[in-house]
């Protein structure tokens, strides 16, 4: 009552029979306890000249691009985050069914949603599960997150990300439980994905023991330079080919990009080459990035001529 509908402790009183004092103790008291948290929402400052030469020269359908200041990288995701949040809210309709990926971008956006409720919606989860000690950031726990805050249902892929070999991705994917998430993909409508990176000072697969570094010397030395549901590629765009590619539990490649909204979350400077790459492959058609990110994808392009 006093910080949802604005009523004075002296209004409470009346309402409630209590005390104005007691009213002030138990308002106390719910902070004491974090029944109550006070947060400075803080304005998200954009750059806007850097949202449509963006757009424009990666011909993307819209780009949000935060004005980072001097915030740490932690910071900035939070920030990032609170940005993609907004924005993927302006997206939602009935009867959406929302796929996710994973990483700490999307449980970021997630984090920042405010809650409410659209008919019909649905989320998928996309990828494979990390079986990670951060869960948060795992695709199963975003999904279920996702549907809770948004009071929709959301499917679980009863996978993990990555398997032993081709023919045991094969031999799960004729599962008929498999299948029928798989079937679930082709029904996304928007597409929540987060920008990975193979540089080793920010590659959570990496950093996380997802990939081992000789796994991760043999994606550089095949040219990528980042992924997106866990589907590598080169800077042009190009689809990595090596045997780990066809050891991933995922959405495949030609079903992400007849998604029609394919938002992707990611910024630092170690993500204007996956970014670059994304945007080529036709992954994502939109993106919520920071200015440090937007200027290296600029100046990439640049020195190839073409900025």
Not at 108 to 136: C, F, K, Y
Request: aromatic fraction near 4%; charge should be neutral; avoid cysteine.
């Amino acid at each position: 009552m006093y910080y949802q509908d604005r009523l004075t402790q002296e209004q409470i009183a009346t309402q409630t029979g209590y005390s104005r004092s007691m009213v002030s103790r138990l308002l106390t008291e719910a902070r004491d306890q974090n029944v109550v948290e006070i947060r400075i929402n803080h304005p998200l400052e954009r750059r806007r000249d850097l949202e449509e030469t963006l757009r424009a020269l990666l011909d993307l359908k819209a780009v949000q691009v935060l004005a980072r200041g001097a915030l740490s990288y932690p910071h900035m995701l939070r920030r990032l985050g609170s940005l993609a949040a907004r924005f993927l809210e302006e997206l939602l309709f009935d009867n959406v069914t929302i796929g996710v990926s994973w990483g700490t971008a999307i449980s970021e956006t997630i984090n920042a949603l405010r809650p409410r409720s659209r008919t019909g919606l649905h989320v998928v989860q996309m990828i494979g599960s990390l079986g990670s000690p951060d869960p948060d950031i795992d695709g199963s726990e975003l999904s279920r997150r996702l549907a809770r805050t948004l009071a929709g249902q959301y499917t679980t892929f009863p996978v993990p990300l990555f398997v032993d070999s081709e023919a045991t991705r094969q031999a799960l994917m004729s599962d008929t439980r498999v299948q029928r998430v798989v079937e679930r993909f082709k029904e996304v409508d928007l597409a929540l994905l987060g920008v990975g990176t193979i540089e080793p000072e920010r590659s959570s697969l990496l950093r996380g023991n997802y990939l081992s570094e000789a796994q991760l010397g043999e994606l550089q030395r095949a040219g990528a330079v980042g992924d997106v549901a866990v589907i590598h590629f080169d800077l042009q765009g190009r689809l990595v080919d090596i045997p780990l590619a066809r050891q991933v539990m995922g959405i495949d490649p030609e079903t992400l990009v007849q998604r029609p909204l394919r938002l992707g979350v990611a910024g630092g400077q170690y993500k204007s080459k996956p970014i670059l790459g994304a945007s080529r492959a036709k992954f994502i058609n939109m993106l919520v990035t920071d200015e440090v990110a937007a200027n290296g994808v600029i100046q990439l392009l640049r020195s190839e001529g073409r900025a």
